[in-house]
């Protein structure tokens, strides 16, 4: 089973969550949506990451989800964000993925994060703020 993991950053954190992801997942392709324009027909599992900002995922992922939709109700999707307030992570997940494909969805995490203006700086850790133990048991629903 190939799949997609398409993701959007501003900071970072979303781009780190989907290097990990990757290696899980060995028949993965990793996709910038801010580079590539992936066909999201070719591949049986499509993992949906996004950061966080003011409450929103970051806007090329929901206007991709927009845009595909009803082809996302056709496919085994799941969905993260790397958002730095664990307390409102189901109020965003609520208001940012239409209930169709929450329903659908294989699974739904939030990998943490951090505030833009604490992102690591170049030579720090990386991943610091991203529970890195949620990414590899997300991983393990795509195998």
Do not use: W
């Not at 290696?23 to 324009?37: F, G, R, V």
């Not at 927009?66 to 992570?89: A, F, W």
């Not at 169709?100 to 294989?106: E, G, N, P």
């Not at 992102?119 to 720090?124: L, S």
């Amino acid at each position: 089973m190939t799949s997609l993991i398409l993701y959007a950053t501003k900071t970072g954190a979303t781009e780190q969550c989907a290097k990990i992801l990757s290696e899980a997942l060995p028949d993965s392709t990793l996709c910038n949506i801010q580079i590539d324009k992936p066909n999201i027909e070719k591949f049986d599992y499509i993992i949906l990451g996004a950061g966080v900002r003011d409450g929103k995922i970051y806007k090329p992922i929901r206007d991709f989800i927009k845009k595909n939709q009803n082809e996302l109700l056709n496919k085994q999707m799941g969905y993260y964000i790397c958002n730095e307030k664990p307390k409102k992570t189901e109020e965003i997940i609520e208001q940012n993925i239409p209930a169709d494909l929450k329903k659908a969805a294989i699974c739904i995490e939030s990998f943490g994060g951090y505030k833009a203006y604490a992102a690591p700086k170049e030579g720090a850790d990386q991943l610091k703020g991203i529970f890195v133990d949620r990414i590899k048991s997300f991983s393990e629903h795509f195998k």
